[in-house]
């Protein structure tokens, strides 16, 4: 068993806390919210990122921002043990994340990182996908931790390359959701019948994963944030900044971005991104709203 330090216990957070504690490691835990320390049943509570570093041979951050990711670093090198691993697996940039890397080496630690795809349900069932970046011997380190706490995990490179992996997926899910919401505005401003509309769709090859996972829930609104508008919008500047470094053309990116700066501008920033579909009803001046599911039977000759 490992000694396992987890700072950020937010909705990703809290859960992987919880399920390490379940594997019976040695979980020290640490938040900016003191109560959400005390939630994770089993593990030690201690004050800040130094407490979690001296009691930890790997320290998981799960953080909003990469300036917060810095800003813990910063407290956790000081007190971490010489070949401590801090295993980062928030949203963040690359470039950033090879700073860091090389800071931490500078001092005789380790970084690796391991953002994800799966969400807070995902950290709670066991069934995330992590997108690591770092050197062979770290990651070999990390890697049975993180196998235990995910369904997969893909060793892409050195650190940058597992966020890049991070930032592209989010550009496909995110323009795939947009022009879905984009797709039944069209429709609806036509008049068509949203669940016909999205049978047709289906049926005609031209699905993504929110036509076929998610647009079945829009009219339902106001859920719990597990990942909201704001953690989007700063995840969509992240994606159309590494396209402006790479020299990529990105148009979609740039949209992206737009799209989920407005949102937020419309107040519904701490909204669950799932509550983009207001956004897009906001901007067309229409609802796109299926109603009740039809019953079996309904509509039959």
Known sequence: MERVGVIGLGNIGGAIAANLVADGHSVTVSDVDPARTTAVTGA???????????????????????????AVADQWVGAAPTGAILLDISTSAPATNRELATRLQSSGHHFVEAP?????VGA???????????????????RPLLDQ?????????????????????SLLAFSCTWASLEALSLAAAAGLDLRTAIEVVRTGGAS???????????DTRGRPPQFSLTLAAKDARLID???????????????????????????????????LVMSAEARAGLELTLGPAPEPGDGAA
């Open 44 to 70: 030690e509570a201690v004050g800040d990122a130094a407490g979690v570093a001296a009691a930890s041979d790997i320290t998981i951050t799960s953080l909003p921002t990469p300036d917060a990711v810095s």
């Open 116 to 120: 994800l795809t799966g969400g807070a």
């Open 124 to 142: 709670q069932k066991r069934s995330l996908v992590f997108m690591v970046g770092g050197d062979d011997e770290a990651v070999a380190r990390c």
């Open 149 to 169: 706490l995910g369904r997969a995990t893909y060793h892409l490179g050195p650190v940058g390359a597992g966020t890049t992996m991070k930032l592209a997926n």
């Open 208 to 218: 993504n994963f929110f036509m076929d996972h998610l647009v079945d829930g829009i």
């Open 241 to 275: 900044d590494l396209a402006a470094a790479s020299g990529v053309p990105a148009p979609v990116a740039r949209a992206i971005r737009q799209v989920f700066a407005d949102a937020v501008e419309r107040g519904l920033g701490e909204h669950d991104w799932s509550d």
